[in-house]
Nanobody
Framework: QVQLVESGGGLVQPGGSLRLSCAASGLSGDIFSIAAMGWYRQAPGEQRKLVAVISTDASTNYLDSVKGRFTISRDNAKNTMYLQMNNLKAEDTATYLC?????WGQGTLVTVSE
């Protein structure tokens, strides 16, 4: 059974930083290393948005509003994906979900507030 578990969310003040992790288990063989993966976010009342993606060759792409502040990375040896978020803003408040291939995590809440 494939399971993706996000962690690292929480309450942070504007300008602060958080690092999200997405740990995958139950994937057979080297599936994690060849899967496209990414982070999405969904704020209350809004549609889910793609925040960042990382391909098998480690090329990345970001939502315009997070460029220069967020960094996505992957550690294939640990079957883990990360999202480093710096200079957080109130508008970054959302539930962040990771996606590996066709699989979704349950989400971790990020709240940016004074």
């Amino acid at each position: 059974q494939v399971q993706l578990v996000e962690s690292g969310g929480g309450l942070v003040q504007p300008g602060g930083s958080l690092r999200l992790s997405c740990a995958a288990s139950g994937l057979s063989g080297d599936i994690f290393s060849i899967a496209a993966m990414g982070w999405y976010r969904q704020a209350p009342g809004e549609q889910r948005k793609l925040v960042a993606v990382i391909s098998t060759d480690a090329s990345t792409n970001y939502l315009d509003s997070v460029k220069g502040r967020f960094t996505i990375s992957r550690d294939n040896a640990k079957n883990t994906m990360y999202l480093q978020m710096n200079n957080l803003k109130a508008e970054d408040t959302a539930t962040y979900l990771c996606k590996v291939g066709p699989y979704w995590g349950q989400g971790t809440l990020v709240t940016v507030s004074e």
